[in-house]
């Protein structure tokens, strides 16, 4: 279920490894703190391996430290966009532009707490993982259970057990995110739902 990443066509490994130097100088200069370092540092790597080297690259180091920073765990976060690109000393515009295309181009998800400040989600990082795992879980149960009792329940409120674990039992995530969650839920849901009932009668088809 995670987001494919494909390398770029012209990928250039010599570009990767001097761009993540550049970019660990430009973190250093700014005190970045090790542990986002690291993954912000990763964060580019992925991209550029991805999309190729940009023209402008301290707007893209800084949106992958925005993104980063901005981690579903790190809630309540009240710094916003405006502050942030102020605090790197870079245009506002810019660092939207990059942190949309890493969050398109990577696949991350966007969670908005009560006050709507956006929150983002990496597709190979923990929350993605649990998320993925705790769906696929529950869809093939109810598609078994189905089966036997003649009706599956309604992938909302399938969807509605599933944000209540995440949020409430597993604590995945803090509460402030239910309904966004519930909305990829609902939507995880229906991609497994469909690839699951496509194998099983793929298996009936062929007479296994």
Not at 16 to 35: C, I, L, P, S, W
Not at 37 to 58: C, M, N, Q, W
Not at 126 to 148: A, H, K, P, Q, Y
């Amino acid at each position: 279920m995670h987001h494919s990443e494909k390398t770029h066509p012209g990928f250039n490994a010599h570009d990767v490894v001097e761009t993540v130097r550049d970019a660990h100088e430009y973190f250093k200069e700014n005190n970045v703190d090790e542990r986002y370092e690291a993954v912000a540092l990763d964060l580019i790597r992925r991209y550029i391996s991805t999309e190729g080297k940009p023209r402008e690259l301290e707007p893209l180091y800084a949106a992958s430290l925005y993104l980063v920073t901005r981690h579903p765990w790190s809630h309540p976060n009240p710094l916003t966009r405006t502050e942030f690109a102020s605090k790197l000393r870079i245009k506002e515009s810019s660092l939207e532009w990059y942190a949309d295309s890493i969050i398109e181009k990577l696949g991350f998800d966007v969670f908005h707490d009560h006050s709507q400040l956006p929150f983002y989600v990496d597709p190979r990082g923990t929350i993605s993982s649990v998320i993925d795992s705790v769906v696929r879980t529950s869809v093939s149960e109810e598609v078994v259970l189905g089966i036997v009792r003649g009706g599956a329940v309604a992938p909302s409120v399938l969807a509605e057990r599933i944000v209540e674990r995440l949020c409430r039992v597993v604590k995945i995530l803090p509460n402030a995110f239910e309904r966004d969650l519930f909305t990829l839920v609902e939507k995880k849901i229906g991609e497994q739902s469909e690839r699951l009932l496509a194998e099983l009668n793929q298996r009936t088809a062929m007479g296994l």
